[in-house]
């Protein structure tokens, strides 16, 4: 983190400042994501985030959690954030496609498969967001938000026909 606080101009004032602040931990994420140290590379991300001072916070996190998972696809905390970060900007196919590449490695991850089957829902594929939240309740029976999320999608499925 030396780094960053070595990057920034000390005589800078206001946000101008704030904004070498946030590149510096960003090229720092950078970095760290360059010698596969993805844990501080997200670190720094999402503190280059945090101190963003504009409304493009969740597209710059995006592309922070997008940078981290191009990375390391196996990488469940940026693409959980990446998730996350989804939901508020309204832009899922990217996300849907990392999220199915991360369950065709971990099949019995349950919580990125219910992820994943909010993503369908949002995105319209209502007959797949079903099937997986069917596996999701064979796994995991008693999970409240499952069952809420599948009759709601069944509902969908219904005022179609």
Do not use: W
């Amino acid at each position: 983190m030396l780094v960053a606080k070595d990057r920034i101009d000390h005589n800078s004032s206001g946000g101008n400042g704030l904004r070498q602040l946030c590149q510096a931990f960003h090229d720092l994420g950078d970095q760290y994501a360059s010698i596969g140290d993805h844990t501080y590379a997200q670190r720094c991300y999402e503190k280059a985030v945090s101190l963003e001072p504009d409304r493009s916070k969740p597209y710059r996190a995006f592309q922070m959690y997008l940078k981290c998972l191009e990375s390391d696809t196996d990488n469940i905390t940026a693409l959980l954030g990446l998730f996350r970060v989804s939901r508020q900007i309204d832009s899922f196919s990217k996300v849907t496609h990392h999220m199915e590449a991360y369950v065709k490695i971990h099949p019995g991850d349950t919580k990125v498969m219910f992820c994943l089957a909010t993503l369908y829902m949002k995105d319209g594929r209502l007959n797949e967001a079903k099937k997986v939240l069917a596996e999701v309740l064979g796994s995991e029976p008693g999970y409240t938000n499952t069952v809420n999320l599948l009759e709601e999608v069944e509902h969908r499925l219904m005022s179609r026909n």
